[in-house]
């Protein structure tokens, strides 16, 4: 599933008022830490990550290995934090569907996204 801008824009408007699920130290991405997130995104979709590296092509590099290994999208970065978002996999057993509502696609929403990358 790939997100337009308009998705992504109200995921970072969810994501605001988030406190970080994990705080990525010195180590970086380690497979507790994938787990961990993995976790809280399939209890509750979106995730905010604090990502500690000072150098941004480090920076760069663990976001594109969290969103890799985790399988989520990528809702937004904003300072030294990150936001994730995993859709809930359909599941008789969870009660209520998904928690996140996104904005139904439109039509023009492809060309926008397209602009924003």
């Known amino acids: 599933m790939s997100l337009t801008g308009k998705q992504k824009r109200h995921l970072r408007?969810?994501?605001?008022?988030?406190?970080?699920?994990?705080?990525?130290?010195?180590?970086?991405v380690t497979e507790a830490a994938v787990r961990e997130i993995t976790r809280a995104l399939q209890r509750d979709e979106l995730v905010k990550v604090k990502l500690q590296e000072a150098d941004r092509a480090d920076r760069a590099a663990q976001v594109?290995?969290?969103v890799r290994q985790t399988g989520a999208e990528l809702a937004g970065i904003?300072?030294?934090?990150?936001?994730?978002?995993l859709a809930p996999q359909p599941d008789p057993d969870?009660?209520?569907?998904?928690?996140i509502r996104l904005p139904k696609v439109e039509v023009g929403d492809v060309e926008e996204d397209q602009a924003e990358d």
Do not use: F
């Open 64 to 66: 594109e290995e969290l």
């Open 78 to 85: 904003v300072g030294g934090s990150l936001s994730l978002y």
């Open 94 to 99: 969870r009660k209520g569907g998904p928690k």
């Open 13 to 28: 408007s969810l994501a605001q008022t988030l406190k970080p699920a994990i705080h990525l130290g010195k180590n970086g």
